[in-house]
């Protein structure tokens, strides 16, 4: 079992930036890879970005070039830093951590505001 937690999120400007952490506790042995998504009120879940153990990243077309995932050694900590901030940035912030057998493990979510 993976227990994930969230933190960062908050109000910021438009042009700001936050840093989003994703902390997870218990074994992350069989972890295959690691995302971010977001949920903006009233829209869809969507995937934000994704990084493999390797170190192997893919990113929603609307961030590239402004946020950047990363993760530590251990696999027990997962990044996101945002940049240039826009407001349609605002959303709910979720991590979630992938095993190699299918299972997954979600965060309760960290919420970013980004006002214009």
């Known amino acids: 079992q993976v227990q994930l937690v969230e933190s960062g999120g908050g109000l910021v400007q438009a042009g700001g930036s936050l840093r989003l952490s994703c902390v997870a506790s218990g074994s992350t042995a069989s972890i295959s890879g690691m995302d971010w998504y977001r949920q903006a009120p009233g829209k869809q879940r969507e995937l934000v970005a994704t990084?493999?153990?390797?170190?192997?990243?893919n990113y929603q077309e609307s961030v590239k070039g402004r946020f950047t995932i990363s993760s530590n050694n251990a696999k027990n900590r997962l990044y996101l830093e945002m940049n240039s901030l826009k407001p349609e940035d605002t959303a709910v912030y979720s991590c979630r951590f992938r095993e190699w057998s299918g299972r997954d493990y979600w965060g309760q979510g960290t919420q970013v505001t980004v006002s214009s």
């Open positions: 990084i493999t153990i390797i170190g192997g990243t």
